[in-house]
């Protein structure tokens, strides 16, 4: 399975931004993760093939996750941006839906999209 990422960008705090990640193929669960500079990568926000969904802490109530099972894809609705948010989002996806908060937990990974907040 191979994934494209896309939608990253500029944009000013307090904005929203949306991200989409096209799957080859089908997938159980999906997920989002971002690593900011310096910093490792880390949990954003997984959902399941119908269509649960489990957040990080730090994006609850202003990030959406998403997905179009018909078109393999997922999305990530990010509003209410803060500049801590900038990092490199990169997307995964796995045929079990164990672990989905983990590194370990996905398959397959595709190349991470740049979204940039200023304030």
């Known amino acids: 399975v191979q994934l494209q990422a896309y939608g990253g960008g500029l944009v000013q705090a307090g904005g929203s931004l949306r991200l989409s990640c096209a799957a080859s193929g089908r997938t159980f669960s999906m997920g989002w993760f971002r690593q900011a500079p310096g910093k490792e990568r880390e949990f954003v926000a997984a959902?399941?093939?119908?269509?649960?969904?489990f957040y990080a802490d730090s994006v609850k109530g202003r990030f959406t996750i998403s997905r179009d099972n018909a078109k393999n894809t997922v999305y990530l609705q990010m509003n209410s941006l803060k500049p801590e948010d900038t990092a490199v989002y990169s997307c995964a996806a796995a045929y079990s839906g164990s672990s989905v908060s983990t590194e370990s937990g996905y398959d397959y990974w595709g190349q991470g999209t740049l979204v940039t907040v200023s304030s």
């Open positions: 959902i399941w093939s119908g269509g649960s969904t």
